[in-house]
């Protein structure tokens, strides 16, 4: 029921900053949990980001500092910014929500190819 638009992306040299989006296309009540999740090749999907409906965030050791969740829940849409961006950042980029009630419900976006050059 819930779909996720994503937005942002692309290519981007080492230090600089990119701000990816995504849009929900349901209202965000209900929804539990926003975040970023990001693959690698040859590497686990890892979780980048998340933000709960409360406003509390997470965050992954390795971006402490230089990426920022944030939403905006007029417009359903949670955002991150990335900035100070290494060669190691470089992925592909999923939106994440998460409904629990009765049953967990788990949605996911089509990802955003990040990479930083060195």
């Known amino acids: 029921q819930v779909q996720l638009v994503e937005s942002g992306g692309g290519l981007v040299q080492a230090g600089g900053s990119l701000r990816l989006s995504c849009a929900a296309s349901a209202s965000s009540f209900g929804i539990n949990v926003m975040g970023w999740y990001r693959q690698a090749p040859g590497k686990q999907r890892e979780l980048v980001a998340s933000?709960?409906?409360?406003?509390?965030?997470d965050y992954a050791d390795s971006v402490k500092g230089r990426f920022t969740i944030s939403r905006d829940n007029a417009k359903n849409t949670v955002y991150l910014r990335m900035n100070s961006l290494k060669p190691e950042d470089t992925a592909v980029y999923y939106c994440?929500?998460?409904?629990?009630?009765?049953?967990?419900?788990?949605?996911w976006g089509q990802g955003t190819q990040v990479t930083v050059s060195s």
């Open positions: 933000i709960t409906s409360g406003g509390s965030t």
């Open positions: 994440h929500a998460r409904i629990t009630g009765l049953y967990t419900y788990d949605y």
